[in-house]
């Protein structure tokens, strides 16, 4: 499958969070102790960028993303939302940093 270089993972700090727009989909890429993760960047919910959300620290047990609109919080490794009111979950998306040290989005 073709990837897309989104930007240098020197740009995503640590327990931090951005959104890329391949092909003009919302992508939310997060850092979480050097462990790089893609999920759909929208809660299922109702319209809100994730970007803006609450990363889980890496000492957590499972990898998050919380929405800052009504506090559901996402499991970033499966896309379930683990607590209300979302009930959909994201899509996960495959990403990988390349030799170069950049983060790179497989296309679908």
Do not use: Q
């Given at each position: 499958?073709?990837?897309?270089?989104l930007f240098?993972?020197s740009?995503?700090?640590d327990?931090t969070a951005?959104?890329?727009?391949p092909?003009?989909?919302?992508i939310?890429?997060v850092?979480?102790?050097?462990t790089?993760?893609?999920?759909?960047g929208?809660c299922?919910?109702e319209y809100?960028?994730l970007?803006r959300g609450?990363v889980?620290?890496?000492?957590a047990?499972t990898?998050?993303i919380?929405?800052?609109?009504?506090?559901s919080?996402f499991d970033?490794?499966?896309?379930a939302?683990?607590?209300p009111?979302?009930?959909?979950?994201?899509t996960?998306?495959?990403?990988?940093?390349?030799?170069?040290?950049?983060?790179?989005?497989?296309?679908?």
């Amino acid at each position: 499958m073709p990837s897309e270089r989104l930007f240098p993972a020197s740009e995503l700090p640590d327990g931090t969070a951005r959104l890329a727009w391949p092909n003009g989909k919302a992508i939310l890429v997060v850092n979480r102790g050097g462990t790089f993760y893609a999920v759909d960047g929208v809660c299922t919910h109702e319209y809100c960028e994730l970007d803006r959300g609450f990363v889980a620290p890496a000492g957590a047990v499972t990898p998050t993303i919380t929405c800052p609109l009504h506090l559901s919080r996402f499991d970033l490794l499966t896309g379930a939302p683990l607590d209300p009111p979302a009930e959909e979950p994201l899509t996960v998306h495959t990403v990988s940093v390349d030799a170069e040290g950049w983060v790179l989005l497989e296309l679908a």
